[in-house]
Nanobody, 124 residues
């Protein structure tokens, strides 16, 4: 089993920055990423990264503002969020997949493991 623990959420003003971190414990995980869910909306893909970190995928809504990275030696994945907007507000979930053969997916059902979520609030 794998446990994912997120940190780094909080309250920030429009245009500000936050850095989310997720630490994985347990068995090896491969593709990792972040989903988010705004109040009253469906959960959506934000960013994903391959095990090698050579491939990254971003939602159009965050492209150019968010950067995903990982450190396999520390079993961590990070999401640097810059130029934050009110529409970035929501709960952010760290996800991981246990299948080394799968690529980065925008679909939540692909991911085997989920963190408990961390709140990000962007205030105007």
């Amino acid at each position: 089993q794998v446990q994912l623990v997120e940190s780094g959420g909080g309250l920030v003003q429009v245009g500000g920055s936050l850095r989310l971190s997720c630490t994985a414990s347990g068995r090896t995980t491969y593709t990792m990423g972040w989903f988010r869910q705004a109040p009253g909306k469906e959960r959506e893909f934000a960013a994903g990264i391959s095990w090698s970190a050579r491939s990254t995928v971003y939602a159009d809504s965050v492209k150019g503002r968010f950067t995903i990275s990982r450190d396999n030696a520390k079993n961590t994945v990070n999401l640097q969020m810059n130029s934050l907007k009110p529409e970035d507000t929501g709960v952010y979930y760290c996800v991981a997949d246990r299948d080394p053969g799968l690529g980065i997916s925008r679909f939540d059902f692909q991911y085997d493991y989920w963190g408990q979520g961390t709140q990000v609030t962007v205030s105007s």
